[in-house]
């Protein structure tokens, strides 16, 4: 048994030798994103945390809001580097459909304009949301670092980064709940983007669990996704320290014992 530190800094258990390493059985990798995935999902985020139990201001939520459409914006961007990376028409097909759900068939619809309806649901301008001016530098680095690495990575590896929206659907249950118990001074209907993604992250999800466990015909490629899913999810986790550090008052640093990769390698 060996280890190498891994794209984050995580210590990852590895055999003295891949190769004699044998790939692992479809639920048994399944399992091992889910499990990778799960524990670095920022839901466990002290900000959501916060969020969750009504403990943030209005003020708080707006910059949430704010920041978060940055975000938004990048998604169809990195879908469609993911499109143009394959050279099947079926997986073009039914990725592309992502960018018309986040873009809409035309304006006014979609995720985005959605979301510009959270803003305005939260007593935020649109325009102002809109045109990026107060975003944060550190949560503008880490949505474009999350576009540099879909546009630089493999196909396997820019689809399994996506496959944070495996645990999307009972984030998105709990933040419903949440917003209308604790913060009632934000109009329901601009929650809609939220209701939305439980069905449509659901669906993403498992398409993208098929197409990457189809692919993933070594242990390496299987090693390469799970990586790639850690990595998202650590961008995901920056940005809610970057507004911790800004709005709060206190960053999050990972309790790394807890998050260590290589005891998902060990029990793979």
Request: a negative charge; glycine letters at 6%.
């Amino acid at each position: 048994m060996g280890s190498r530190m891994g794209r984050n800094g995580d210590p990852i258990m590895t055999m003295e030798d891949d190769h004699h390493r044998d790939r692992l059985t479809q639920d048994a990798f399944i399992e091992w994103l889910k499990r990778e995935g799960s524990r670095r999902y920022h839901d466990h985020h002290p900000f959501h945390e916060l969020m969750h139990n009504g403990s943030l201001t209005k003020a708080q939520i707006q910059q949430w809001v704010l920041n978060r459409y940055y975000y938004q914006t990048r998604i169809p961007i990195k879908d469609a580097l993911i499109v143009s990376k394959s050279e099947d028409p079926a997986f073009r097909r039914m990725w592309l459909r992502r960018i018309l759900d986040h873009d809409g068939e035309q304006e006014g619809e979609g995720g985005l304009a959605l979301w510009l309806e959270l803003a305005r649901g939260v007593d935020l301008d649109a325009d102002g949301v809109e045109s990026f001016r107060s975003v944060l530098p550190g949560v503008r680095l880490a949505c474009d670092d999350y576009v540099r690495f879909v546009r630089e990575a493999p196909l396997l590896e820019a689809v399994a980064s996506s496959l944070t929206e495996l645990f999307a659907p009972s984030l998105m249950v709990r933040r419903l709940e949440a917003w209308k118990q604790h913060y009632p001074w934000v109009r329901s209907e601009s929650l809609e983007y939220f209701q939305l993604r439980i069905a449509r992250a659901t669906l993403d999800s498992n398409q993208a669990v098929e197409f990457v466990v189809q692919h993933a015909t070594t242990y390496s490629l299987q090693e390469s996704c799970v990586r790639a899913l850690v990595r998202k999810a650590g961008i995901l986790w920056t940005m809610l320290d970057h507004l911790s550090m800004a709005y709060v008052g206190t960053g999050s640093e990972r309790k790394h014992a807890a998050h260590d990769f290589h005891q998902g390698q060990t029990s793979a």
